[in-house]
């Protein structure tokens, strides 16, 4: 097979953007009442059941995904710093 570097286009740079997404997750799930005690661990738990997916545990009821491209300006220093690696990196050249 023969590479055409023509019809491979590298990640441009500018394609790097901040995005803000909100996610609302619904679901039944069947655990001991201990487990969900810790409510530092309790988001961590509830988001492995939910990728792991449906089984006899745990029933998916609602899935909603939104997001929304916003200005570098909006995201905090730290984001803002990891943005201007991101684009000054060899990778995406």
């Known amino acids: 097979m023969k ?3 023509a019809s491979h286009q590298p990640n441009k740079v500018e394609e790097v953007k901040v995005y803000e997404c909100e996610i609302h997750l619904k679901f ?3 655990e001991e009442k201990c487990a969900l005690s810790d409510r530092e661990e309790l988001l961590d ?3 492995e059941a939910f990728t792991t997916g449906a089984d006899e545990y745990m029933e998916p009821l609602q899935a909603c995904v939104k ?3 916003v200005s570098e300006l909006d995201a905090s220093p730290q984001m ?3 943005l201007m690696r991101l684009r000054n990196s060899s990778e995406l050249a």
Do not use: K, S, V
Request: no cysteine; charged share 25%; net charge positive.
């Open 45 to 47: 738990f509830l988001i």
């Open 80 to 82: 803002r710093r990891q």
């Open 67 to 69: 997001t929304q491209e």
């Open 3 to 5: 590479f055409n570097a």
């Open 28 to 30: 039944r799930l069947i």
